[in-house]
């Protein structure tokens, strides 16, 4: 079962239909028990970093999400999902954050138009399985004002230029997460929800085969 | 690099698309739904439904034909028309929208966009403003903004109230010229590039863009970071991919595929 987390910062109807294309496992969920049990982890976000935080501690997901993270388990970050994994971010005044992995998320520099908003592409920087039929390059959606920017930067699985070369996919073992909304980028971003499928359900991705059709 | 979008807005009464013509609705053009999915496989980058009744009762066709919408789609999808409370906002969000825009009721009430931005966030509060040149009695002409439908004028101007917007927490703006709606005679380009000199948040072209040019020069010009646009698509003049294709030969960075 995938487990994906809603610690109510909105509207996850988009992840959980693009989930559903490929698996009728999983459940959208504030239960901690839930994502205990489950054998892979989605954990989508939009908004502030601050109110991200302070959702997973009031639903008690916090320490959850980094035993998650260290259990092995698949775990694929969206938006908030990715930044909530560095040590702090700048949003909010400082907010401190999840420290799987040391870095700070920034804000895009002045000068440019923010939130860094559309169709960018991603330039892959390491091999992985969650890119399995996408092509370099590829677009993606994003909207967001803050980047990651991890002391790490072998973590860097794919690059996006705006102002700034920052990461758009950051990924370590178990761990792939983007800054960008898969579940709004038409056909590429599902084949990133069919991979993470295929991953947390230990078959060989259909895509891989060539036998993937767009739904 | 970052793309330029291109925006089809469908313009929705009674659960039609309408062709807009100087803000009063009059000739259909179609199923949202069909032509949602339609411009979908053309690549369009996002897609706007802007309920232009929005009565009471008619409110809730148009949620419902969000919430069909948006569980066909896999882009960004804006609603507006009628958004007057956070509530309202909840329910569009709810429904499956990524952004609502606000317009009259932002102007009746500017802490609505403060609420909207510390509510769901900025990136999600869409400030859209219906602007008219207006003669002045010095013989000036100043950017009035409008209201109901571009049926109201109010005392402010365009480029103060974007201002006003972001500051309050608008995550993006649209700029709606009322001279050029739906007459397809063009943007206003100055009033454009008045707006994107004076914000730091992406701002939409809206009104008035019949030929491919007329959306060249809203980018190129204009300096708008995106263009929406309604009848040139509806009736298949051009597909979007066809406005893409145009543009990217001029140089405007598109995501073709």
């Known amino acids: 079962m995938i487990a994906i987390i809603d610690y109510g910062a909105g509207n996850l109807r988009s992840v959980s239909r693009a989930v559903a294309l490929y698996t009728q496992d999983y459940v959208v969920t504030q239960d901690p028990a839930d994502v205990e049990r489950a054998a892979a982890v989605i954990l989508p976000g939009v908004g502030a970093a601050g109110d991200t935080i302070r959702g997973l501690e009031r639903h008690g997901m916090t320490e959850l999400v980094k035993e998650t993270i260290a259990s092995g388990k698949p775990y694929f970050g969206i938006c908030m999902g990715l930044q909530v994994l560095l040590t702090e971010s700048e949003e909010d005044g400082g907010t401190p954050c999840l420290d799987i992995y040391p870095g700070t998320v920034r804000r895009f520099p002045k000068g440019l138009t923010v939130p860094h908003m559309g169709w960018n592409q991603v330039r892959q920087a390491q091999a992985h399985p969650m890119f399995a039929g996408v092509p370099d390059e590829a677009y993606f959606y994003f909207v967001h004002s803050y980047y990651t920017d991890p002391d790490d930067a072998t973590l860097t699985a794919g690059a996006t230029d705006y102002g700034v070369t920052f990461p758009s996919v950051l990924a370590h073992e178990n761990v792939f997460a983007t800054q960008f909304h898969p579940e709004k980028s038409a056909a590429m971003g599902l084949r990133l929800y069919a991979n993470f499928v295929a991953w947390a359900t230990g078959v060989k991705s259909r895509v891989q085969s060539g036998a993937h059709t767009e739904p | ?257």
């Open chain 2, 1 to 257: 690099m970052l793309t330029t979008r291109i925006i089809p807005c469908l313009d929705v009464h009674r659960g039609r698309v309408v062709r807009g013509q100087q803000f009063s609705a009059d000739k259909d053009a179609g199923d949202p739904i069909e032509l949602a999915v339609r411009y979908n496989e053309q690549s369009a980058d996002e897609l706007v439904y802007y309920d232009i009744t929005a009565s009471a009762e008619e409110r809730g066709i148009f949620q419902d034909l969000v919430e069909r919408t948006a569980d066909q789609l896999f882009i960004p999808l804006t609603v507006g028309g009628g958004i007057r409370t956070p509530q309202d906002m909840r329910r569009m969000l709810q429904a499956g929208a990524d952004k609502v825009s606000i317009n009259t009721a932002a102007v009746d009430n500017p802490n609505l966009i403060n609420a909207g931005a510390e509510g769901f966030g900025s990136q999600c509060t869409v400030l859209s403003m219906d602007v008219k040149r207006v003669p002045q009695a010095d013989g000036t002409i100043k950017w009035h903004v409008f209201t109901h439908g571009g049926r109201r004028q109010t005392d402010g101007e365009a480029v103060p109230w974007a201002v006003e917007g972001v500051a309050r927490g608008a995550g993006e703006i649209v700029v709606n010229s009322i001279d050029a709606d739906g007459t397809l005679a063009g943007y206003d380009l100055e009033l454009l590039a008045a707006v994107c000199a004076a914000v730091d948040v992406p701002v939409v072209a809206s009104g008035g863009g019949g030929t491919l040019d007329h959306l060249f020069d809203a980018l190129d010009k204009g300096h708008a970071h995106a263009v929406l646009a309604a009848s040139i698509f509806h009736y298949e003049h051009f597909t979007v991919r066809d406005v893409k294709e145009y543009l990217a030969a001029k140089g405007i960075p598109m995501r073709l595929s």
